[in-house]
């Protein structure tokens, strides 16, 4: 998947534990992307990120929090998994919107299947 | 109302037949429309996207944006096997951040 891995493919935990999912790129893209992909659904924004240290909200951050320390690195963290939160996510990297193509292009990771039972 | 409107299928379709998938989406201000193709158990891959209305061609695949009725679609020609997998329309919207339609899943029968 073109410059992203996102560690662990697989996990499953207990309500009330904490979680952490991490994104790396190799691509040394601005942007970084977190979505869950739930039935019914579709892809859904939990955050997003537009360089180190510099996060923001999406359309479902209720109980995740994120971190960027370098560029390469994009961590999505639950502070306390609930059932809820069982789904699959994806990271996704831009570069941007306006850079040649003028569309804001994602490319994305494998994804993290997470159950929490 | 979502943002973006996609029926969820399963479409299935024998090989060879002309695909159409087809989304809604509420806001006319919106002005690039995007097509993810996403294999099972995989993450989703740009197919091609538009900009504003009219037609975009890539080999079998044909992007089509009518603003007047808010209506995008994807048609595919000479539908293969390979071509098995759901398709997730997705719109730009304010702050170029992405809204995702939720996917219609594609069956192509040999």
């Known amino acids: 998947d073109a410059g992203i891995t996102q560690s662990p493919r697989h996990k499953v935990t207990e309500t009330g534990t904490p979680v952490t999912l991490r994104c790396h790129q190799t691509?040394?893209?601005?942007?970084m992307y977190w979505y869950r992909q739930d039935p019914g659904h579709g892809l859904r924004l939990i955050h997003y990120s537009y360089g180190v240290k510099d996060t923001d909200k999406g359309e479902v951050s209720d109980g995740y929090s994120v971190s960027r320390s370098k560029t390469e690195d994009f961590l999505l963290t639950l502070e306390s998994a609930t059932s809820s939160q069982t789904s699959v996510y994806f990271c996704?990297?831009?570069?941007?919107w306006g850079q040649g193509s003028g569309a804001n292009v994602l490319t994305f990771g494998a994804g993290s299947r997470l159950t929490v039972l | 109302q979502k943002e973006v409107e996609q029926d969820p299928g399963p479409l299935s379709v024998p090989e060879g037949a002309i695909v159409s998938l087809n989304c809604t989406y509420s806001?006319?201000?919106?002005?690039?429309f995007m097509w993810y193709r996403q294999y099972s158990r995989k993450g989703p891959e740009l197919l091609m996207y538009?900009?504003?209305?009219g037609n975009k061609e890539d080999g079998r695949f044909t992007a089509q944006v009518d603003k007047s009725s808010k209506y995008i679609s994807l048609f595919i020609r000479d539908s293969q096997p390979s071509d098995s997998a759901t398709y997730l329309c997705?719109?730009?919207?304010?702050?170029?951040?992405?809204?995702f339609g939720g996917g219609t899943r594609l069956m192509v029968k040999p």
């Open positions: 691509e040394n893209h601005r942007y």
């Open positions: 997705a719109v730009e919207t304010a702050g170029n951040m992405l809204t």
């Open positions: 996704a990297i831009s570069e941007g």
């Open positions: 806001n006319s201000a919106f002005q690039y």
């Open positions: 538009t900009y504003s209305s």
